[in-house]
């Protein structure tokens, strides 16, 4: 009997994948039988070293996702293309006040917002074309409910995912692709290492491990998630119930 959650014989792209829950969603792929493409603003040899010592398929790009000619040409050499998880983010703890902020607040919407429109865009076409594919956005519970204690650039840019996923969804879905979202909440990544968060106001009392997180975006790759369809699912320990 076919395991409609194997990820056999699927090839999955995941940018930000040196490191978090991108590095984490590599290595749940991974177990499930995907083939892999990596990429982050440095290709990540180390994880794909490991991952090919057992028996995975790996394939490692470096580009930064804010510029489209670079991802386009990316995708344009692919082989094969199924599933797309668009992680790639950047999320400073400033506040609008300090000096500078205008233009990390540019650099936060060109990763978070602009760079899951030029990876998308290129991905679609293709996907649409082949008749079928999966794309996972991962957006943040920022962008749900402005978040534990995220900025506004951070929150504005993963509400805008959150909005664009429906948008995306509907175009593709004719053709067969489906596009979902995945919101976490404060995760134990590099990208929160400093930051104290109030256990007391997440319900399960404790931030998510990368793998509680890349264990969902996992299943929106696979044929499991056939008739989910635009839809930006919680993993956030109830911090937003939705």
Known sequence: MK?????????????????????????????????????????????????????????????????????ERIIEGLDRLDAVVVNAGFCPWD??????????FNRVIDVNLQGVLHLTRACLPR???????????????AGRMGGLKASPHYVAAKGGVNALVKWMARKAA????????????????????GQSFN???????????????????SFLCSSA???????TLDVNGGVFMN
């Open 3 to 71: 395991n409609e959650f194997s990820l056999k014989d699927k090839s999955v792209l995941i940018t930000g994948a040196a490191g978090g829950i991108g590095e984490a969603t590599a290595r749940v792929c991974a177990e499930l039988g995907a083939s892999l493409v990596l990429a982050d603003l440095v290709e990540p040899l180390e994880l794909a070293s490991e991952l090919k010592a057992s028996g995975t398929i790996v394939e490692t790009y470096g580009f930064d996702v804010t510029d489209r000619m670079a991802t």
């Open 95 to 104: 506040d609008w006040s300090d000096d500078g902020w205008d233009d990390v």
């Open 127 to 141: 996907m649409c074309e082949s008749g079928s594919g999966n794309i996972v956005l991962v957006s943040s519970v």
């Open 174 to 193: 004719p053709y067969g692709v489906v596009v979902n979202a995945v919101a976490p909440g404060a995760t134990a990544t590099g990208m929160t290492t």
């Open 199 to 217: 256990a007391d106001a997440i319900p399960l009392q404790r931030l998510a491990e990368p793998r509680e997180i890349a264990l969902p975006i």
């Open 225 to 231: 998630a056939s008739y989910i369809c635009g839809t």
